[in-house]
Structures are given as C-alpha cells and as structure tokens.
C-alpha cells in the first residue's frame, strides 16, 4: 500500500529508467545565433541510447513468441548496443552473449559483463584499437552468426531489425517533440544502424514536414552522401562503418554534415568543458554538426537544433596496450 504517494516514485527495476531523458541547451558552448538542444542519452540506465532499442526489440520479440521466457539472446555489437541488452536481459531473465570487435573500447567488455552477459572480443581484420571498420564489424558477425547456429540463441540482429527504428518513432521523436514545445527546427544525428535516424526523424517530419533532418558522416567515411571511401578508418565508434544501413531512409534526409575526427575531438572537449558532461565521440561529432550547421546560414537565425548526447565518455577512457 502507498504511504503518502511514496510507491509513485519507485521504479520496479532498471527497464524502468529508460527512455524520458533530459533535453539541455547548450548556451554555454553555443550561445548564439539559434540554439544547440541536446538530448542527454548517456542517462539511460546502459549510459546510452541503445537502452531504447535494446527495451523495444527484446520486448517485441517476446510479445511475437520468437523469444521465450528464459531463453538465450545473442548480439553483434559495437559495444552500446551490447550494454542496453545486457540491462535487458538481466532484469528479464536472459543469458545474454555478445560478439564485439577487439577495435571497439574494453569498457563496453567490462560493462557487459558486470551485467551478466558474456563478451566475446573478435580480433580486428584491419583496423586498430578505437577505430573500427566495416570488416572488423563483419568478422563479429561470422563468429555470432557461428554462435547463434551452435546454440539456438535468439539473433537480435539490429542492423535489421525493423524495431530498431521503431523504438525511436515511439519514444525518441515524441519524447523531443514534446520537450521542446513543437519547436524543432532541424535535427541532428550520427547514424549506425541508422534506427535512431530513421525513427526519429520519421516522426518529427511527421509532426512538422518543415524541418530539417541532417545525417553526421566522419569524413573520408561518406556512403550516405554518395562519395568513395577513402578514410574507413575513424574515431567514430558505432557509427559510420563505410556502408548505407539497410535501416536508412533517404526520403526523410535533408543532407549530411561531414565532420573530422579533430572536430569531433575539439566538441567532446568543449561539452565537459563548457556545460560540464562528459561524453563520447558520436556526441562530440553531433555537436561539431549543429555548430556547423547554425554558422552555415542554411537556417533561421533563430533556429533550434536538436541533436542527441549518444552515450558517456566514460565508455572510452585510455587503456593500457596490454589490455586491448
């Protein structure tokens, strides 16, 4: 029984504190003309966006039947999409294993893991450590795929999973549409997957087909513009792996905003210390786009630019050689 409204304010468990994130402005780094609206991912209980996906598609699959209680779940991951699952799968009930590129940050290993799920770290086909390419995230997918074939294991499979995006038509782009009063006037997003783009620009153009929808690109890594690529190898990690997401929808793309990796550095450098969040490198990148976005005059004066704080800086932080 409640005492004095007390039970209102407890979260059954974690699955609970996903989603329903703070927008804040960044007024400090950016104050003006227009405005930087920043969606504060990184507070999803799996300290990234991944949470939403991560939520919809389990819950979808067991609500069809493909997934049945306490079975087994198996994931191809860059690492965020590997956290949010784990979150998932513990509070659920599902032994969770993962496949992740030796390229991708270790953090991510150790995160999963304290959440239960097994880690299975590929060695990269011709990236490095923190830069990860196309072939790095396809050798993930054989060893999974090999995996999923030995085990029975449920494959989530994001890259094509069409609740992916659905996630964020059902709770990213609402959740902006009404935190910012319907006032959207672009919005913002590095694309992996591509779920988050697609979703949510989706159903912002829905809402109003004035607005602006712009796809983040690290340079030299640009398919969704239509250029060759000739820098596969990039900071981005999660995001622009040198192909067009099955995901992807063109139809709602304004254009791309190509930013570099010294860019992308420079912003996540200036988000800690200008508006004291520390984040990670699609953030950085996200942000680098809006201010280059409001300098280029390609919108009102006035103009607000939604885009997304993807996950914690946390997830990134140097290693030792020995450990990667």
């Given at each position: 029984?409640?005492?004095?409204?007390?039970?209102?304010?407890?979260?059954?468990?974690?699955?609970?504190?996903?989603?329903?994130?703070?927008?804040?402005?960044?007024?400090?780094?950016?104050?003006?003309?227009?405005?930087?609206?920043?969606?504060?991912?990184?507070?999803?209980?799996?300290?990234?966006?991944?949470?939403?996906?991560?939520?919809?598609?389990?819950?979808?699959?067991?609500?069809?039947?493909?997934?049945?209680?306490?079975a087994p779940v198996l994931e191809v991951t860059?690492?965020?999409?590997?956290?949010?699952?784990?979150?998932?799968?513990?509070?659920?009930?599902?032994?969770?294993?993962?496949?992740?590129?030796?390229?991708?940050?270790?953090?991510?290993?150790?995160?999963?893991?304290?959440?239960?799920?097994?880690?299975?770290?590929?060695?990269?086909?011709?990236?490095?450590?923190?830069?990860?390419?196309?072939?790095?995230?396809?050798?993930?997918?054989?060893?999974?795929?090999?995996?999923?074939?030995?085990?029975?294991?449920?494959?989530?499979?994001?890259?094509?999973?069409?609740?992916?995006?659905?996630?964020?038509?059902?709770?990213?782009?609402?959740?902006?549409?009404?935190?910012?009063?319907?006032?959207?006037?672009?919005?913002?997003?590095?694309?992996?997957?591509?779920?988050?783009?697609?979703?949510?620009?989706?159903?912002?153009?829905?809402?109003?087909?004035?607005?602006?929808?712009?796809?983040?690109?690290?340079?030299?890594?640009?398919?969704?513009?239509?250029?060759?690529?000739?820098?596969?190898?990039?900071?981005?990690?999660?995001?622009?792996?040198?192909?067009?997401?099955?995901?992807?929808?063109?139809?709602?793309?304004?254009?791309?905003?190509?930013?570099?990796?010294?860019?992308?550095?420079?912003?996540?450098?200036?988000?800690?210390?200008?508006?004291?969040?520390?984040?990670?490198?699609?953030?950085?990148?996200?942000?680098?786009?809006?201010?280059?976005?409001?300098?280029?005059?390609?919108?009102?004066?006035?103009?607000?630019?939604?885009?997304?704080?993807?996950?914690?800086?946390?997830?990134?932080?140097?290693?030792?050689?020995?450990?990667?």
């Amino acid at each position: 029984m409640a005492q004095n409204g007390v039970e209102n304010e407890i979260k059954a468990s974690a699955l609970e504190l996903i989603g329903n994130t703070p927008i804040v402005a960044l007024d400090r780094l950016w104050p003006g003309p227009g405005r930087i609206l920043a969606k504060c991912e990184f507070m999803n209980p799996g300290a990234s966006i991944k949470c939403r996906s991560s939520l919809h598609m389990i819950e979808k699959a067991r609500e069809n039947g493909d997934l049945k209680p306490g079975a087994p779940v198996l994931e191809v991951t860059s690492g965020n999409q590997g956290c949010g699952l784990a979150v998932v799968c513990a509070v659920l009930g599902h032994p969770l294993t993962l496949t992740m590129s030796k390229g991708n940050s270790v953090q991510r290993a150790i995160h999963m893991e304290a959440l239960g799920a097994k880690c299975v770290r590929v060695p990269q086909v011709e990236g490095s450590y923190g830069n990860v390419t196309l072939a790095d995230v396809k050798a993930a997918e054989a060893e999974g795929l090999r995996l999923v074939e030995q085990t029975g294991a449920y494959y989530v499979n994001q890259f094509n999973n069409t609740m992916n995006s659905d996630s964020h038509y059902c709770t990213t782009g609402p959740e902006i549409w009404r935190q910012t009063g319907q006032h959207v006037d672009a919005f913002i997003a590095t694309v992996g997957t591509a779920g988050t783009f697609a979703g949510t620009s989706k159903y912002l153009k829905e809402k109003n087909s004035n607005i602006k929808c712009f796809v983040v690109e690290p340079a030299g890594s640009e398919p969704i513009k239509g250029c060759p690529i000739t820098k596969p190898l990039h900071v981005l990690q999660g995001s622009g792996y040198g192909c067009v997401p099955y995901l992807f929808n063109f139809e709602n793309m304004y254009e791309t905003i190509s930013i570099t990796d010294d860019e992308t550095k420079h912003f996540m450098k200036l988000i800690g210390e200008k508006e004291g969040l520390y984040v990670g490198y699609t953030s950085g990148a996200n942000v680098a786009a809006a201010v280059k976005l409001l300098e280029s005059g390609k919108l009102p004066k006035d103009a607000w630019v939604v885009t997304l704080l993807n996950d914690s800086g946390l997830k990134y932080t140097p290693v030792p050689a020995e450990l990667t």
